[in-house]
C-alpha cells in the first residue's frame, strides 16, 4: 500500500507528463531535468518513461553555451534509470542517441571549459549551480569576474562520464577517450580540491590560484562520484557528523548554522539526494539513513517543495515540484 507522500509525487509526475511542456527550456533550476523526471516515472508508472526519454534527447545540447544554466548530471541520472526499468531491451535504441550525444557535449566542455587543461570545468556564473548556491557565491566579497572550480559541478561530470563508460560498455563502444577524461578528472579534484587540513574538498579560485576557505555541503558531495579514496570519505564522514553540521535540526543544510530563510542557505532536496547516493557508495549506511530519514520527514510534514528551512522546517521553494516529487520517489523506494 502506498503512503501519503507516494501517491503525492505519483500524481505530480503524472500531471508533469500530461503538461505541454513537462521539462520547461531554460529549465528553473539546473537541476530540473527530463532525465530527473524520467526516474520518477520508473517508480511512479513505467508507461511515462519514453516521452521523458524523447524529452532528454531534446534537452541535451549540441554545443556548448556559456549562458546555459544546465548542470552535466544527464549520464548518471540515465544509469540510474536504467538500472531500474524493467524493460532494459526497450531502452537500448535511446541509448545509442544519448550517449552520443551525451559524449559529444562533454567532449564541448571540456574544448570550452579546462583552462588549467585538467579535465575541470570552470564556473564563472553564481546562476550555473541554482539557488540557494548562486546566493552562497554572491554573498563572497569580490566575485567581479571570479572564476572558480566548483566540486559540485566537476563531480556531476565525473560521475557522468562514470556512468558513460558503464553504458558505453555495454553498447560496445569505444571507451578510451571517456576513461582517460575520468581519471585524470578524478586525479585532478584530488589534487586541487580536496583540502587535507580540513578534510573537505573546497571550490577553487582560478583568478588566486588557491581554494577559498568555504565550508558549504558541496564539499561533501565528490562521494556521489566516488571521487575520495576510502581514506577521505571516512574523514569527510567524520566532517558532516563532528563538524559544524552536527547540531543541525535537519541535516544536511547547504550552509551549516545559517538560520535564513531567503538568504544563502537551505535543505536543498536535490543536494540531499546526492549526498545520500554517495554515503551509500562508501558503504555509510547509518549516516545515509539519516539523510534520507531527515529529508523524508519534512516532505512529509510539510509537503513536496524542492528547498526547506533548515531550522524550522517549511517549505522555501518548488512548491508540488514534479522535479522533487520524482527525487523524494527515489528515495522512497530505495
Known sequence: MRSRLQE????????AM???DPAPEPPGRPWQSAVVLALGAVHADPSLLPG?????LEEIPVAYNPDSIILPLHGGMLMRVYSLAKSKK?????LHQAYERLLAYHRNLYEACDPLETFLIDNNHP?????????????????SGRQRIDPIYNTLLIW????????GHLLKQDLTELIQWHELAIYAMNEYLWNADSGLYRPYDLRRAAQTPLTYLGGLLPMLGEIPTQEQAERLLT???????????????????????????????????MLYQGLLRYDMFEAAA???????????????YECYHPISGEGLRGYCSPFAAALLSDLLLR
Open 160 to 167: 557522468s562520464n562514470e556512468a558513460l563508460i558503464k553504458l
Open 18 to 20: 500530461a503538461a505541454s
Open 52 to 56: 521523458y526519454c524523447h524529452k532528454l
Open 127 to 143: 546562476r550555473q549551480l541554482g539557488w540557494p548556491y548562486s546566493e552562497l557565491w554572491q554573498s563572497q566579497p569580490d566575485q
Open 290 to 304: 539519516r539523510i534520507k530519514k531527515d529529508t523524508l520527514a519534512l516532505a512529509a510534514d510539510q509537503g513536496i
Open 239 to 273: 566532517y558532516l557528523e563532528t563538524g559544524p553540521w552536527r547540531d543541525e535540526t535537519f541535516q544536511a543544510a547547504v550552509v551549516p548554522g545559517a538560520e535564513s530563510p531567503t538568504g544563502f542557505t537551505a535543505i536543498d532536496l536535490f543536494s540531499n539526494w
Open 8 to 15: 503525492m509525487s505519483h500524481k505530480l509526475i503524472v500531471q
Open 90 to 94: 526497450a531502452l537500448l535504441p535511446f
